[in-house]
């Protein structure tokens, strides 16, 4: 069964400065990893995925993340927080359909970021 | 492109009503899915389907939940009879296959808040 995990329900930071949502992960075979955002109201947003490649994955609002195979962590980064940055973040894996993955993705349980002036 | 179109956006009912929840996914896309939302459980897949086609529904959580997709512009999630237990907001998504990686990238709609009294 494939899982993720964020280990922190809330992340505080200062605008300005560099932010990191953490996110590990487990399944079979090479992961589909991939981060959402969810504002308060709405559905949740695609930021970014990573599918192979280069492990530094760049995505919208500035917003990269970097797969850690021996980690098994994909963790979300920023070099500058805004305080418009605050929302929801999730986490989600799924296996490649070769090992049997189907189309499921799986979140994690979300961190709420908190960007402060 | 207008997105996901989910409806209603908020439904308050009472225990025991049939409640049905609605989604228009983005044209052209092949995958729809049904996903729950609650603080407790986080975000669950409840199903998916594939060009119509009911795929994986082992996460509904039981018989008083039913989803059908007649046609590929339009999904509905039947809860009946509801429990308090099912309030949540419950959100529609749908995706494209991207290439043989199958890495969808899911657009969710904003979402439908139920409370059942």
């Known amino acids: 069964a494939q899982s993720v995990a964020q280990p922190e329900d809330q992340v505080n930071v200062a605008e300005g400065n560099p932010l990191t949502v953490k996110c590990t992960y487990s399944?079979?075979?090479?992961?589909?990893l991939f981060w959402y955002v969810q504002y308060p109201n709405r559905g949740l947003q695609f930021l970014l995925k990573?599918?192979?490649?280069?492990?530094l994955v760049k995505g919208s609002y500035g917003f990269e993340a970097e797969f850690n195979k021996s980690q098994t962590s994909f963790h979300l980064k920023k070099p500058s927080a805004l305080v418009s940055d605050s929302a929801l973040y999730f986490c989600a894996v799924r296996a490649p359909r070769v090992t049997g993955g189907g189309n499921k993705l799986t979140f994690g349980t979300g961190t709420q970021l908190k960007v402060e002036l | 492109d207008a997105g996901v179109i989910q409806s209603p956006r908020h439904e308050v009912t009472e225990m025991g009503q049939e409640v049905t929840l609605r989604c228009k996914p983005i044209s052209g896309h092949d995958y729809l899915f049904w996903y729950r939302q609650t603080m407790m459980r986080g975000l669950e897949l409840l199903i998916y389907?594939?060009?119509?086609?009911?795929?994986?529904d082992s996460g509904m959580p039981e018989d008083r939940f039913s989803a059908k997709m007649p046609n590929a512009s339009f999904s509905t999630l039947k809860i009946q009879p509801s429990e308090p237990r099912d309030s949540a907001v419950y959100f529609c998504a749908s995706s494209l296959r991207q290439g043989n990686s199958g890495a969808n990238v899911l657009t969710f709609g904003a979402g439908s808040r139920l409370t059942v009294l």
């Open positions: 389907f594939n060009n119509n086609v009911p795929i994986d």
């Open positions: 990573y599918i192979t490649g280069d492990n």
């Open positions: 399944v079979s075979g090479n992961p589909y």
